[in-house]
């Protein structure tokens, strides 16, 4: 499955989350970092509905950039 990260830069580190995966985020010191800690954050929470003997969800978000005037 391809689930949407949404991924934020904040004043000290990065941010990731899953808007598919309510609860999925990580936080890591780089872009790369906080990368491979949300897949690795994607396959934990998966696994855990699993054993919980529910269905992973089907990705279904998507995104756009929408361009704007700044003022």
């Known amino acids: 499955?391809?689930?949407m990260v949404v991924v934020e830069k904040?004043?000290?580190s990065w941010g990731a989350c899953v808007p598919d995966l309510p609860g999925c985020v990580a936080a890591g010191d780089s872009r790369?970092?906080?990368?491979?800690?949300?897949?690795e954050a994607?396959?934990?929470h998966l696994d855990g509905l699993r054993e919980d003997g529910e269905a992973p969800p089907a990705p279904?978000?998507?995104s756009e950039f929408v361009e704007v005037t700044a003022a």
């Open 1 to 3: 499955m391809r689930y």
């Open 10 to 12: 904040g004043p000290a």
């Open 32 to 39: 790369d970092e906080v990368l491979s800690l949300i897949h």
């Open 42 to 44: 994607i396959e934990f």
């Open 60 to 62: 279904h978000s998507s």
